[in-house]
């Protein structure tokens, strides 16, 4: 019969001394091609700014004649407004955003880049439920550029 031989936990840490090169050499590897993408990937900064909206405070008997509208609704209606072309040609305008582009075909280039930056948080209440009490929804919209002061300059117009 064969007798089993006995490890000892130091023959553990030699074996892993003596193969200590297949670690180091692909965390390494992987610490210069990190740094390498960082240096060369563009820089994109995206500036948000948060829309609050209050739900009515007059009761519903005052309010029969007018169609009232719920929260999503409002959110619609204000998006609406934020990304219409006059407002939109009107921050091109004082922004001075590529004037050597038509306005129209800018402010659709400006319209694509606010709405992918449109977020709307889950809202806060018991339960996941909307809180009725609450009385103010929020929205964030947001703009992305390479430069942080413009994009924060032009959320902050568009808002």
Same mark, same amino acid.
């Given at each position: 019969?064969?007798? %089993?031989?006995?490890?000892? #936990?130091?023959?553990?840490?030699?074996?892993?001394?003596? $193969?200590?090169?297949?670690? *180091?050499?692909?965390?390494? @590897?992987?610490?210069?091609?990190?740094?390498?993408?960082?240096?060369?990937?563009?820089?994109?900064?995206?500036?948000?700014?948060?829309?609050?909206?209050?739900?009515?405070?007059?009761?519903?008997?005052?309010?029969?004649?007018?169609?009232?509208?719920?929260?999503?609704?409002? %959110?619609?209606?204000? %998006?609406?407004?934020?990304?219409? #072309?006059?407002?939109?040609?009107?921050?091109? $305008?004082?922004? %001075?955003?590529? +004037?050597?582009? +038509?306005?129209?075909?800018?402010?659709?280039?400006?319209?694509?880049?606010?709405?992918?930056?449109?977020?709307?948080?889950?809202?806060?209440?018991?339960?996941?439920? +909307?809180? +009725? @009490?609450?009385?103010?929804?929020?929205?964030?919209?947001?703009?992305?550029? @390479?430069?942080? *002061? $413009?994009?924060?300059?032009?959320?902050?117009?568009?808002?």
């Amino acid at each position: 019969m064969m007798e %089993q031989q006995s490890f000892h #936990p130091l023959d553990y840490l030699s074996a892993a001394n003596r $193969r200590k090169w297949w670690f *180091v050499i692909p965390l390494l @590897t992987c610490i210069a091609i990190g740094a390498a993408v960082v240096a060369v990937w563009p820089k994109k900064f995206v500036s948000q700014a948060a829309i609050g909206m209050q739900s009515p405070t007059l009761s519903a008997d005052l309010l029969r004649g007018v169609s009232s509208m719920d929260a999503a609704e409002r %959110q619609r209606a204000i %998006q609406q407004l934020l990304l219409s #072309p006059t407002v939109l040609e009107r921050v091109i $305008r004082e922004e %001075q955003i590529n +004037p050597a582009k +038509p306005a129209a075909e800018v402010a659709l280039w400006l319209r694509d880049n606010l709405a992918k930056n449109i977020e709307v948080p889950a809202p806060i209440g018991l339960n996941g439920r +909307p809180d +009725p @009490t609450r009385g103010i929804d929020l929205f964030y919209i947001g703009y992305t550029d @390479t430069d942080p *002061v $413009r994009a924060q300059r032009i959320t902050n117009r568009v808002a």
